[in-house]
């Protein structure tokens, strides 16, 4: 069955009772038992739900994983996952990371003696001297990365952590499982915020993992009820509604992600464009190897800086300013002053992060409609 397809009809049969084709969404916070511990599958919505059920099945077999699970944000699914690690334990990842996975590891895990090595995760070589066989719990990486859609070597990385006995997680928020399965690369675990593409409408809030291994998803299924961070059966219904059409909407972001990269490109306003469709990306051929398409999700950096960024976002009009990503709508936002405003100025440039650098989200409006735009802000440069 081909991705469209099962986009669609992936664990979701028209309801048993009444043929209904859309997933019924189960409003119920407990389930009655007929004798003490015999029931029909479920007891208590926070350890499992039928509307959840069907989301973290088709969220499993869209991403080619053995077991999918679902949360209340991509930041829960990833506390989640950080809360399977023991004390002490080292993790590796890229020094390109979403601010708030940076805050939780440096504002928060650390106090519980979690070891974090940041390091050039495109360097295939710099990747595999980070990992320790004495004590690397977890190589975590987003590909691409956010916010400079940078691309990782995701089989090579998840040979080296494998051979010193880590697993290997990646967020693949930004690709989707409709442009990329890092399972089928590799790695143990798949973490998305569906917030994003996987919901598609900016109405939702959850997150999710998907486990290619049986028994390190039953292990973090017990720390999903344990903990608790799991999203309501409403939730649940809109992300299996969005991911009706991901295949579709995926390959209008990808469409409109590269005309813009290419308008932007020419711009001599512009210093550099940060998009894995471009030739000019430094990752492209490794991006075109391991990705069936190229996203709508892409960075630029202003040659005039954070006064030049202000000016760009208040001269567009189709382009929204505001946070997340992966909506039909466009979005616009500066990564220094808003999703990345935690990391310390210094440690953000360091990883590439300027104050004349901006991200968008590129929607699924008429192409030409998001080319005027951005043609429109770079005139207020």
């Not at 409003?27 to 208590?44: D, I, M």
């Not at 979403?98 to 050039?120: A, I, K, N, S």
Request: aromatic residues 6%; positive net charge; charged residues 20%.
């Amino acid at each position: 069955m081909r991705f469209d397809t099962k986009a669609i009809h992936a664990a979701q049969p028209p309801d048993p009772l009444t043929g209904a084709v859309n997933v019924p969404i189960y409003l119920s916070s407990t389930f009655v038992q007929s004798a003490p511990n015999r029931h029909k599958g479920y007891v208590y919505s926070r350890s499992a739900n039928p509307t959840r059920t069907v989301l973290e099945s088709a969220l499993a077999e869209l991403e080619g994983g053995r077991r999918g699970l679902a949360f209340s944000s991509g930041l829960g699914a990833f506390a989640t996952l950080l809360e399977h690690l023991p004390g002490g334990s080292h993790v590796v990842t890229g020094n390109d990371l979403y601010g708030g996975t940076w805050r939780l590891f440096e504002h928060h895990r650390r106090q519980f003696g979690l070891q974090v090595t940041y390091v050039d995760a495109t360097d295939p070589e710099a990747l595999e001297q980070a990992l320790d066989a004495r004590k690397t719990a977890l190589l975590y990486l987003e590909s691409p990365t956010n916010p400079l859609l940078a691309v990782t070597d995701l089989r090579r990385g998840a040979r080296a952590a494998h051979r010193r006995g880590a697993i290997v997680a990646v967020d693949n928020t930004f690709a989707s499982p409709a442009l990329q399965r890092p399972i089928e690369l590799g790695a143990d675990i798949v973490l998305h915020s569906t917030t994003k593409y996987l919901g598609g409408h900016s109405d939702v809030i959850g997150g999710a993992l998907v486990v290619g291994s049986r028994a390190l998803g039953n292990r973090l299924a017990w720390l999903q009820n344990a903990v608790g961070a799991v999203p309501s059966p409403f939730d649940c219904f809109l992300v299996i509604r969005g991911l009706h059409t991901l295949g579709l909407r995926m390959r209008a972001h990808s469409a409109n992600g590269m005309r813009v990269a290419r308008e932007l490109e020419r711009s001599p306003k512009v210093r550099s464009v940060h998009y894995p469709g471009l030739a000019s990306h430094p990752q492209h051929a490794l991006a075109r190897r391991q990705m069936g398409g190229f996203s709508g999700m892409l960075s630029f950096e202003l040659k005039g800086g954070a006064a030049a960024a202000r000016r760009f976002l208040k001269g567009v009009r189709v382009f929204a300013l505001a946070e997340s990503l992966g909506g039909v709508e466009s979005l616009a936002e500066h990564p220094a002053s808003m999703t990345h405003a935690s990391v310390p100025r210094e440690v953000r440039l360091a990883s590439g992060v300027t104050d004349g650098l901006v991200r968008l989200s590129c929607g699924i409006e008429d192409g030409l409609d998001l080319v005027e735009d951005v043609r429109r802000g770079l005139a207020r440069v």
